[in-house]
């Protein structure tokens, strides 16, 4: 796919891995759009790039989002839903299952309502690419990773199911598999091996590449 002057989407797009997609569809002159949950514009975003404050927990700052969107740029080409968040990792025992039910809003219910309000939108236009960050925590259970590797397995198992329910020719729901990147997302305590982990913008290129192709890979794992 061409990806100059389309009109992308990036929740999530302020930091790590979302920001490296953001700047790589830049340079392909792409139209960009993120959001994030803070509520000023962070002072460090790429001016070219509009920022919307839309948390994705919240249905209708979602839907907002899209109509803010149309409303300006008239269609939505490519909707990524990468926002998203971590608990350190633990034994079940200390986990805080309280915090992880915030786990499963953003990673789970963030990329529900993203891809619900997309679709809506993709369906008026008959086009459109949903694009959803998973992770390899979504393949395989970790040591220690019950709480996280459950958010993303939920959030895996709506992607493959929407995939077969929109399985339109025009219409098409990805799925990308990264695994460790030096991210934000350890602000809180890096995991033991985050020095070996992959720079987030090798993954966005390999992203952007595959989006690039006539027939992009449905099912994207980026581990090196
Ligand atoms: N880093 C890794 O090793 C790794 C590996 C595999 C998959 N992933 C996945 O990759 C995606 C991006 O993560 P990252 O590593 O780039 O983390 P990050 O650097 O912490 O960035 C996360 C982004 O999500 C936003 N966000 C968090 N909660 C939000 C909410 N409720 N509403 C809107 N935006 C929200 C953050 O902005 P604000 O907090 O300012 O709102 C930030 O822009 C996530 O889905 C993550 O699970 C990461």
Not at 33 to 45: F, K, M, Q
Not at 177 to 205: C, H, I, Q, S, W
């Amino acid at each position: 796919m061409e990806l100059e002057d389309k009109i992308v989407v990036i929740t999530g797009g302020t930091k790590g891995l979302g920001r490296a997609i953001a700047l790589s569809f830049l340079e392909n002159g792409s139209k960009v759009i993120v959001c994030s949950h803070e509520e000023n514009r962070p002072e460090d975003l790429n001016k070219e790039i509009l920022w919307i404050k839309a948390d994705v927990t919240k249905e209708d700052e979602i839907k907002n989002l899209v109509e803010k969107v149309v409303e300006k740029f008239e269609k939505l080409d490519i909707w990524i839903n990468n926002a998203g968040i971590w608990l350190p990792h633990l034994p079940i025992q200390e986990t805080d299952w309280e915090r992880a039910h915030d786990l499963i809003k953003v990673n789970l219910f963030g990329t529900v309502y993203g891809s619900k309000n997309a679709l809506i939108q993709m369906r008026k236009q008959d086009f459109g690419i949903i694009l959803n960050i998973l992770s390899t925590s979504a393949l395989d259970g970790k040591v220690n990773e019950t709480a996280y590797c459950s958010s993303k397995f939920a959030a895996n198992g709506f992607t493959k199911s929407l995939m077969k329910e929109v399985d339109g020719k025009d219409i098409k729901v990805l799925a990308v598999y990264p695994g460790g990147m030096r991210t934000n997302l350890f602000d809180e305590k890096k995991p033991e091996k985050y020095n070996e982990f992959m720079d987030p913008n090798e993954v966005a290129f390999k992203i952007i590449e595959n989006l690039k192709k006539e027939t992009p890979e449905e099912e994207l794992i980026i581990k090196e």
